[in-house]
């Protein structure tokens, strides 16, 4: 499974971003897909997960500020990210076929980062 993120950039405190991540390959594997996110010395965890069946879990970072949604046609995942903070900054992975939220699998995008300043 390769996959493939694009968005991200540099803004302003409040603003809005939008990422997306194509999944491409042996995407028969694929069931669950995510977005992880990883600061300057801090550990990667969670932003959102989306299932198969469109099951969406939250990190706690985003507190309804973002949502994730796929398109299973394009094998595509989302991720829009809406009143963002500066501890928003970081860059943002993709993942796929992991066994769920807490267990991403192997395969990661390249990472996409995003800056918020104030």
């Known amino acids: 499974v390769q996959l493939q993120a694009f968005g991200g950039g540099s803004v302003q405190a409040g603003g809005s971003v939008g990422l997306s991540c194509v999944a491409s390959g042996d995407i028969f594997s694929i069931n669950g897909m995510g977005w992880y996110r990883q600061a300057p010395g801090k550990q990667r965890e969670l932003v959102a997960y989306?299932?198969?069946?469109?099951?969406?879990i939250e990190g706690a970072s985003a507190n309804g500020r973002f949502t994730i949604s796929r398109d299973s046609r394009k094998n595509t995942v989302y991720l829009q990210m809406n009143n963002l903070k500066r501890e928003d900054t970081a860059v943002y992975y993709c993942?796929?076929?992991?066994?769920?939220?807490?267990?991403?699998?192997?395969?990661w995008g390249q990472g996409t980062k995003v800056t918020v300043s104030s």
């Open positions: 993942n796929a076929g992991g066994l769920g939220p807490a267990a991403p699998s192997e395969y």
């Open positions: 989306i299932t198969n069946g469109g099951a969406t």
